[in-house]
Structure formats: C-alpha cells, structure tokens
C-alpha cells in the first residue's frame, strides 16, 4: 500500500463506507475512544487505520487481535488513538 495512491484512495474510501454503516452506538464508542465526535470519527479513524498499514505500524496480527473477543487489544487502540 506504500506506493500506490489510488490504492490508498481505494482503501479509504472503503474503510469510510464500512464505518459509516455501522450502528451509531458504535460510532459513538469509536468517537468517544478517538476524543471526537461522532461525526468527525469515520475520517479521522480510516485516515489513522489506513496510514498505519500504509506504514507497517498495523500488522494483520494486530488488525485480527481488535475482533477477537479474548485478545489483547492494545496495540490496535493505540494506533488507532493516534498514540
């Protein structure tokens, strides 16, 4: 993803229709975890998510710890949080 920006463009784009679809308790989940309100969080999530695997910082065992129920969800949130 580091070399190619339409694909990155793809990649937001998609991550911003995924986050937007989802309940709006969730967003406000997101929102209140980002410090944001919840109609800032979809971008400012998808730009942090995708610019860390654009930058390696996201790694798939990362990205599959966050939707395990019993993983350590840490890393992901740091990430996310701009930490």
Same mark, same amino acid.
């Given at each position: ?17 995924? &986050? ?29 998510? &995708? ?27 740091? &990430? &996310?949080?701009?930490?």
């Amino acid at each position: 993803m580091q070399g190619s920006a339409a694909y990155r463009q793809h990649a937001m784009a998609k991550c911003l229709m995924q &986050i937007r679809a989802k309940s709006l308790a969730h967003r406000q989940e997101l929102a209140a975890l980002l410090s944001t309100n919840v109609e800032a969080m979809p971008e400012l999530y998808c730009k942090r998510f &995708i610019g860390a695997l654009a930058s390696g910082r996201m790694t798939y065992p990362v990205y599959k710890a966050a939707h395990l129920a019993t993983a350590d969800r840490g890393e992901f949130i740091k &990430i &996310i949080q701009g930490r």
